[in-house]
Structure formats: structure tokens, C-alpha cells
């Protein structure tokens, strides 16, 4: 239950006060709270744990990565 | 980040180029711990420590909530889940973690209303649903479980939902960091830190331990390389003798973490020692309820007899929580002991080492490694 996964909000609505959202997990679709989230909206990629969005992953961040990661595997392959 | 995105932190072209680079600057033999059972997981899943030079011990860590919750607690959770009127609502991974007689799983069979749920909302739904029986559910985990817990309990104080309450086994990582810093046997050299307890508490809570014991710790994600990420940059910091706190998952984790979620917690829990299984307790390392929600607390709410608890005399699932034993080393790992015949709580969870050693290398060597 510690890994979070990775989801696409597809929807936001309230249910007993609390800011809820259907979360597509590749394919699979499930409720998860949002309320720890104010920020996120429909299209968001959030990390979801045990039923509660956490997180909004950042795209920006993630494209950094690997292409700061690819361009260091260039880097070696030319040397 | 869609998927194909996700897929690209396991390319195995990266993968192997960042194993080079770790290669280039090693120059002599470290002992890393990631503290995580998630990565532990994932280390043993892509066998990430088979690519690894020889050089470099990973040692795994107690970070499995399901290894650490205490035998006195899932006692206790046998108990009130064999009590007439009550359902019992636990993650499915609590089901066969054995108590000092039988399992969850073995009192369901004898007639409990024990039942697995994803989210403890859907445990407050459960006791909305039936109002004549009390409800439970078995709050274990780390700082990553706690903002979902602490939440339920406001719902269940705002909904007026008297019959729910929580048997609480919450742990924290930054005190364990520090019980195992502080072991005259440690061997850890530099801590790879889990990725997804950081998302809620942030990394803010490292950087004394990292500057008192003087050991670097990378925030890392989970990924293949992200974990070589972590890896690598440890091994860097190690190298040139700093110790400095990194963030390796810059795409979920900041640095003072989720505000709102930390606000929760504290609103609901308050800092307790623990007793961590296999390892004993470690001081002001849990959370239990405050007590202005002490009526959602099930260790008040219903009576047990402490049972003296028993470990099985073959486990020592303690020694590899606290990275001086790896689970080949235990006489009963994969005879006595496999998943479906646990004998330790650390055969039980995926996240469990011996799980995971278990799952992916029963049938290679206990130590081999191969080179890139
Ligand atoms: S293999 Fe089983 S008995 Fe041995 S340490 Fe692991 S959980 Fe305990």
C-alpha cells in the first residue's frame, strides 16, 4: 500500500464534503479523494495512495529527467 | 505523464548506461540501504542488484508496513476480528501475516466478518452500511497511509458514523533512519529514502540526521532508474565524503512535501513510541490518535487480553529488517517458509524481503551476480 500509482483524473465532483475524482489507472477507473490535492484538475496525472491523490506529478519535470538521462546515455555512446 | 512516459524510466538502454556511469566513479565497496519494500521490491523485480558492480551492497531496509506492524498489534486485530458483531476491514496483504495463533485469514474461516478493502473510505462506507455492527479497520502503514487515516476519522466525526473505529499501527521512517544510524552493528553507509513517504512529509526531516551521523540520503522514486539514479547519486556523495540530503524525484517530491495532507496528520495523530516486529521499539517512531478522537480508537474501545506473543523459533526476519541477514541466510526461506505458508511477516508482503527474494530469485544462486 506504500507504492502510490499513477493515474489521470478523468472527473472532479463532491461527495460528503470532500473533493473526490475518478482516477483512469491505465484502463482501469477508480474513485479517489482529492481533497489533499486543491490544485489538481481533470487531465492532471496524480499519485494515488490507497485511495487518496497525493500528488500531481509533474510532466515537465519527468520529460527533464529522461531527457537529461538519454542525453548522458548519448553522451557515452559517442565517447 | 502517460504511460509511455512512465515506461520510459525502465528503457533498458538508460538502465544500462547509468550502471556504466555508476561503474566509472566507484572505486571501492558500499553498503546502501534503500529503506523502502517498495524498492526492494522493484530492486529484486528488474534485478537492478544482479547490474550493480560487485562493489555495492544494498542492504534492505524495515520499510514494509505489513513486516513491521507488531505481533502484539495483530494479536490484538485477531481478537477484535473474532468478536460476535464486528467486521473487520484490513488490507488484503494483513490477511496472512501471522499472529501468535492463526492469521485474519483463519478467523475468517471460523465464521469473522474480516473483509479486504482498497481505502479506508471504503471502510467508513462498510460501517455507514451497517449500523447495528462496529466496524474496524486496521490502520497500518507509514507517513504514505496516514493523510487517507487521518481523513477518515474527520469523516467519520463529521458524518456522525459512531460505530467505526481504528485499530492504529502507523510507523515513520526518519526515526527508524535514526535507530539504525544509531545500532552499534550498522553497516549502512548512505540511505536511499522512499520516494513516496517524502511526497507527503517532504524531505525537510533529513537533513539533520544526514548532517548528525553524517551520511547522504537521496530522496529516490521506483522505478529501474530512478533507483540507479538514487544509487548513483549516493555513490557520487560517498565518494567525495559529503553528506548531503538529494532529491532524485523532483516529478512527485518537494521539499517541504503535501502541507495540507501534514496539517491532517498532526490534527488527528500525535507522535507515540512504536514497537516495531522483529526489531523492538524505537522511541517516538508511530502515531496514534489524539486523544480529542479517542473514540475512534479501537484499543479503547474494546477490551483484549494481551496474549504473551510467540515468534516462530526458525524467523529472523529481525536480522534482515535490520539489514545484518538476507533472507537465504534464514534455514526455513522457500521450505518451511513461502508465501502461501508464512512463517514471518517479511514472507507475507510483496514489499517483504524475504517476499521478494522469494518471487524473483529462488532459482539463482543466493549471491550470484552477473556483469555487464
Ligand atoms: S524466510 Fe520466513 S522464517 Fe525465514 S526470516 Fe523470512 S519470514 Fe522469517
Not at chain 1, 479517489?32 to 490544485?39: G, K, N, Q, S
Not at chain 2, 491532517?264 to 516486529?277: A, G, L, P, Y
Not at chain 2, 529472523?316 to 537465504?328: E, F
Request: one cysteine or more.
Amino acid at each position: 500500500m506504500c507504492l502510490g500509482i499513477p493515474g489521470k483524473i478523468i472527473e472532479v465532483y463532491e461527495s460528503n464534503g470532500l473533493v473526490m475524482g475518478k482516477v483512469d489507472f491505465g484502463g482501469v477507473f477508480r474513485e479517489a479523494c482529492l481533497t489533499y490535492v486543491p490544485e489538481a484538475k481533470v487531465g492532471d496525472y496524480v499519485l494515488v495512495h490507497v485511495g487518496f491523490a497525493l500528488n500531481v506529478i509533474s510532466e515537465e519535470e519527468a520529460n527533464q529527467t529522461l531527457a537529461l538521462l538519454s542525453e548522458l546515455a548519448d553522451l557515452e555512446d559517442a565517447s | 505523464m502517460d504511460l509511455r512516459l512512465r515506461y520510459g524510466f525502465r528503457d533498458t538502454k538508460l538502465v544500462q548506461a547509468k550502471v556504466r556511469q555508476i561503474r566509472k566513479v566507484l572505486t571501492r565497496p558500499w553498503s546502501i540501504m534503500e529503506i523502502c519494500g517498495g524498492q526492494t521490491h522493484a530492486i529484486k523485480k528488474f534485478g537492478l542488484d544482479q547490474l550493480l558492480p560487485e562493489e555495492i551492497e544494498l542492504i534492505h531496509g524495515p520499510g514494509c508496513p505489513v513486516c513491521v506492524t507488531s505481533l502484539e498489534l495483530v494479536d490484538k486485530a485477531l481478537q477484535i476480528a473474532s468478536l460476535p458483531d464486528v467486521i473487520f476491514t484490513s488490507y488484503g496483504d494483513m490477511l496472512r501475516v501471522p499472529g501468535s495463533s492463526g492469521d485474519l485469514f483463519s478467523v475468517k474461516a471460523r465464521g469473522g466478518d474480516v473483509r479486504v478493502v482498497y481505502s479506508p473510505l471504503d471502510s467508513l462506507k462498510i460501517a455507514q452500511e451497517n449500523p447495528t455492527k462496529q466496524v474496524v479497520f486496521f490502520a497500518i502503514g507509514f507517513e504514505t497511509t496516514a493523510p487517507a487515516n487521518a481523513m477518515c476519522v474527520l469523516q467519520a466525526e463529521a458524518l456522525k458514523i459512531e460505530n467505526f473505529s481504528m485499530l492504529v499501527s502507523h510507523v515513520c521512517v526518519p526515526p527508524a533512519i535514526r535507530a539504525i544510524l544509531s545500532s552499534p552493528h550498522n553497516r549502512v553507509q548512505g540511505f536511499l529514502a522512499a520516494g513516496h513517504v517524502c511526497t507527503v512529509m517532504g524531505y525537510w526531516e533529513y537533513v539533520p540526521i544526514a548532517s548528525q551521523f553524517r551520511v547522504p540520503i537521496v530522496v529516490t522514486g521506483f522505478e529501474p532508474l530512478d533507483i540507479l539514479e538514487g544509487i548513483y547519486r549516493v555513490v557520487l556523495q560517498l565518494e567525495r565524503g559529503t553528506h548531503e540530503v538529494e532529491n532524485a524525484y523532483s516529478r512527485v517530491v518537494t521539499y517541504e512535501g503535501n502541507i495540507p495532507a501534514q496539517k491532517v496528520i498532526s490534527q488527528v495523530f500525535e507522535v507515540c513510541d512504536r514497537t516495531w516486529r522483529g526489531i523492538g521499539v524505537i522511541p517516538r517512531s508511530g502515531w496514534k490518535l489524539r486523544d480529542t478522537y479517542a473514540r475512534f480508537d479501537a484499543e479503547r474501545r474494546f477490551e483484549t487480553q494481551s496474549v504473551e506473543g510467540q515468534e516462530s523459533p526458525l524467523c529472523i526476519s529481525g536480522l534482515i529488517l535490520q539489514g545484518l541477514k538476507k533472507p537465504y541466510e534464514c534455514a526455513a526461506f522457500g521450505t518451511l517458509c513461502t508465501p502461501q505458508n508464512p512463517l514471518g511477516a517479511t514472507m507475507v508482503s510483496s514489499e517483504g524481503a524475504c517476499a521478494a527474494y522469494y518471487q524473483y530469485s529462488r532459482h539463482a544462486g543466493s549471491s550470484e551476480r552477473s556483469h555487464v
